[in-house]
């Protein structure tokens, strides 16, 4: 009942925040509480069905080749007046490159998405790489993204 009650009363403020900053000219300022959204997160009263979930994430995943083939065909467009010194050996940029700098292919890499995921990004963000190479970079990083996504939707498949 006290939830109910705090809620009503947050209502409350917030219309009268709204009427009053309409009146001043001005928007409302609610100061947001991290921890009470995330003890009600944990509380066990907000259900998430969690096959409607995993139903919506492999259906967003369909058309992903489509997409794919797409960022590669812009990546390249952006990428073809790159001039490297004859020196510098450019990372790659096509899938087949990445997914190998990534480990997808062996069997463990399905448990360690999250953890392959954050040290590519570690070693290959744009902003963590010398300004010719930000482009590249972010076209890296892109298909690395995608090609982990799919990975975890193949995953969620099997389960």
Do not use: C, W
């Not at 969690?50 to 080749?65: I, K, L, N, S, W």
């Not at 952006?78 to 997914?99: G, T």
């Amino acid at each position: 009942m006290g939830a109910k009650r705090d809620f009503a009363s947050l209502l409350d403020d917030l219309f009268a925040a709204t009427d009053a900053a309409e009146e001043a000219g001005a928007r409302p300022s609610i100061p947001f509480d991290y921890l009470a959204v995330a003890d009600e997160l944990h509380s066990g009263r907000i259900r998430v069905a969690g096959e409607a979930v995993a139903a919506e994430y492999r259906e967003t995943g369909a058309d992903m080749a489509a997409e794919f083939a797409a960022l590669l065909e812009q990546a390249r467009a952006a990428l073809a007046d790159e001039q490297p010194s004859p020196q510098e050996v450019l990372p790659p940029i096509d899938p087949d490159s990445i997914a190998a700098e990534l480990g997808l292919g062996s069997p463990a890499a399905a448990v360690d998405l999250g953890r392959l995921r954050r040290s590519f990004a570690f070693a290959n963000h744009p902003d963590r790489v010398p300004a010719h190479l930000r482009q590249r970079a972010m076209i890296r990083m892109q298909v690395a993204n995608m090609l982990i996504d799919e990975a975890q939707r193949k995953a969620s498949a099997r389960r």
